[in-house]
């Protein structure tokens, strides 16, 4: 197991056996490939702050998909799945915010929201297009900041891979998310002067 205190964060790659070694390091490369971005430092440092360690789990080989489990604060995450150079098929071109980067970036979002006692379900469907619910929207919403910064393109929903075209009308700006725009603000606002901080072209924590 690798323990990363700073950032609140355990690897734990026990159960591949003789491959533990091997998902521990890349999981941890990916972790700090999320460390090195603004946005991505300022995630780390809030779960780093709340004293209930986050552990990244291996996910079923090549199923398109990761999970973080409330309450046990597992995170289910197998970056190889969305390496497009294995050809699994769940990162592939036209997508958006799905390199392992982005999807255990996304995956923090929700586990931050948990661990800090933030986290609220609300229904979101009918109110803004493609997402389903408040953390979903919160969580693609920081997502797209991250990747923005990484000069990758925005993801559209949480129903919907795709990149967000040219001219999109943005669902940051209506009355519903930036509503929740400020919830988050409230609820994390030393992690959300930190991300403010990002030169990311899109950063609605920063611009509403």
């Known amino acids: 197991m690798i323990r990363l205190a700073e950032y609140g964060v355990k690897i734990n790659g026990s159960s591949l056996g003789a491959?533990?070694?091997?998902?521990?390091?890349?999981?941890?490369?990916?972790?700090?490939?999320?460390s090195v971005q603004t946005t991505g430092a300022a995630l780390l440092w809030g779960l780093s702050t709340h004293g209930l360690p986050v552990t990244i789990v291996p996910m079923e080989p090549g199923k398109c998909n990761a999970e973080f489990t409330r309450p046990s604060n597992i995170l289910q995450f197998w970056p190889r799945t969305w390496m497009s150079r294995f050809k699994t098929?769940?990162?592939?071109?036209g997508m958006a915010g799905m390199s392992p980067r982005e999807v255990l970036f996304h995956e923090l979002v929700?586990?931050?929201?948990?661990?800090?006692g933030k986290w609220?379900?609300?229904?979101?469907?009918?109110q803004i297009d493609g997402f389903t619910r408040n953390e979903e929207f919160i969580a693609v919403m920081l997502s797209n900041i991250?990747?923005?910064?990484?000069?990758?393109?925005?993801?559209?929903?949480?129903?919907?891979?795709?990149?967000?075209?040219?001219?999109?009308?943005?669902?940051?700006?209506?009355?519903?998310?930036?509503?929740?725009?400020?919830?988050?603000?409230?609820?994390?606002?030393?992690?959300?002067?930190?991300?403010?901080?990002?030169?990311?072209?899109?950063?609605?924590?920063?611009?509403?």
């Open 89 to 93: 098929g769940c990162n592939t071109p």
């Open 120 to 126: 609220r379900r609300q229904n979101l469907v009918g």
């Open 110 to 116: 929700h586990a931050l929201r948990d661990v800090s």
């Open 146 to 208: 991250f990747s923005s910064e990484l000069g990758n393109p925005l993801r559209v929903s949480n129903t919907n891979t795709v990149a967000v075209a040219p001219g999109a009308e943005d669902p940051a700006r209506s009355e519903v998310g930036r509503k929740l725009i400020q919830v988050v603000k409230k609820d994390h606002p030393e992690m959300c002067r930190r991300i403010a901080q990002s030169r990311a072209p899109y950063n609605p924590i920063r611009d509403l």
């Open 19 to 34: 491959d533990q070694g091997v998902y521990e390091s890349e999981v941890a490369t990916q972790v700090g490939g999320i």
